[in-house]
């Protein structure tokens, strides 16, 4: 999640230390496992979620110069050129931008192997060396074992669900996923530097689409949120309860929380990733998915969104629009702030394209 840190980490980088000398980290190659979710927190840190080690990776890029103003990425057919600079067929797991220098960082799969690389302003793809680098990283406690478990059709290996997504957001790393014991469906909140995992907190929700309360879906995707000066998070969840839990609820929780089902935006549905930004004055959140396209989703009255507690057929909530130009967008972040990078799937191959803010 990319997507809120962005800003409020900026703030530090005013009084920002020699790269990893305050931020805890060592010189070394970090054992990337798999490569997935990201985001990016202080300087040039580049926080990688790999699910197969359950662990959070905290990488020092060496991303410091740039200007996302005069950034404008657009590559055709970026897959294949992926591809090339790896070395053989991959797979773009997750996007994000540098919010001080618009360079974009996605995650990928080659094969076996996991990746990093850089796309900076002018399109140039480069694979990030991970040789003696600065880095750090933390493994969550209390997650699925690595194998097949469950019963038809729920029957698959969880630990590919431990981390879902992240953000870095005052000073912590936030991340959902599925933990083994307790509510399965799960947010952590970590302090970075990193000291130690926790256990997390169980995020239970009401599913409009289904009708009943749930607490062993992963959030897909979630964006932290100022609402009235409060922090919240605004998350995604297949077939597609969008879901608001204030921040200081997670951290008073204990064991679990309760979060308030603000929408109901579709069943048969799989949201894939999501961004907030201000245009006109106005919060938006813009949520891309599998079957019914990119969402601009207004954030007006959430705070006194009572939130869905009765089944629901068809869409609730908070309202939207469907941007049918984004249709086929399976990534994006914020490049600026007036303009976004996407990961457009089309015609059966994957363009990045910068495009304005909707």
């Known amino acids: 999640m990319k997507r809120l840190f962005n800003f409020c980490a900026v703030a530090l980088l005013c009084c920002a230390p020699a790269v990893g000398a305050d931020w805890g980290l060592k010189r070394g190659t970090p054992d990337l496992k798999s490569a997935g979710s990201l985001a990016f927190g202080p300087q040039d840190i580049l926080f990688v979620g790999d699910t197969k080690s359950a662990t959070v990776f905290a990488i020092a890029t060496g991303d410091l110069e740039g200007d996302p103003a005069k950034s404008s990425i657009n ?3 970026v897959g294949r050129m992926v591809s090339d600079v790896v070395g053989g067929p991959a797979t773009i797991n997750d996007l994000v931008v540098n919010p001080t220098t618009g360079v974009a960082f996605a995650s990928v799969t080659a094969g076996e192997q996991a990746a990093l690389i850089s796309i900076n302003g002018a399109g140039k793809i480069s694979r990030l060396d991970l040789t003696d680098v600065p880095f750090a990283s933390v493994t969550l406690d209390n997650v699925p ?26 000073g912590k790393v936030l991340i959902s996923g599925l933990r083994s014991e307790g509510s399965p469906s799960s947010v952590r909140e970590i302090a970075f530097p ?9 995020v239970q929700i009401f599913h409009g689409a289904h009708g009943r309360e749930e607490d062993y879906s992963a959030m897909r995707t979630f964006v932290p949120l100022m609402i009235d000066g409060e922090p919240n998070l605004l998350a995604a969840y297949v077939c597609t309860p969008l879901v608001r839990i204030p921040l200081e609820q997670i951290r008073e929780a204990g064991e679990s929380v309760k979060g308030v089902t603000v929408a109901e935006l579709g069943n048969r549905n799989r949201p894939l990733d999501m961004i907030s930004y201000t245009k006109g004055g106005q919060d938006f959140l813009l949520l891309s ?18 939130g869905l507690s009765e089944r629901v057929s068809g869409t609730a ?22 303009h976004a990078l996407v990961l457009l799937a089309k015609d059966g191959q994957m363009d990045l394209v910068t495009v304005e803010l909707p």
Request: hydrophobic residues 30%; without cysteine.
């Open 317 to 338: 909530g908070q309202t939207y629009d469907t941007i049918e130009s984004l249709k086929g967008t399976i990534q994006m972040d914020r490049l600026n702030d007036t």
């Open 194 to 202: 990193f000291a130690k995992s926790d256990q997390g907190v169980g």
């Open 145 to 170: 074992p690595d194998g097949a478990s469950g019963q038809g059709r729920r029957r698959r290996n969880y630990r590919s669900e431990a981390i879902t997504d992240l953000a870095f957001f005052e």
């Open 75 to 77: 590559l055709s057919d």
């Open 289 to 306: 998915n599998s079957a019914r396209g990119v969402m601009k989703i207004t954030t007006a009255g959430l705070s006194d969104n009572p």
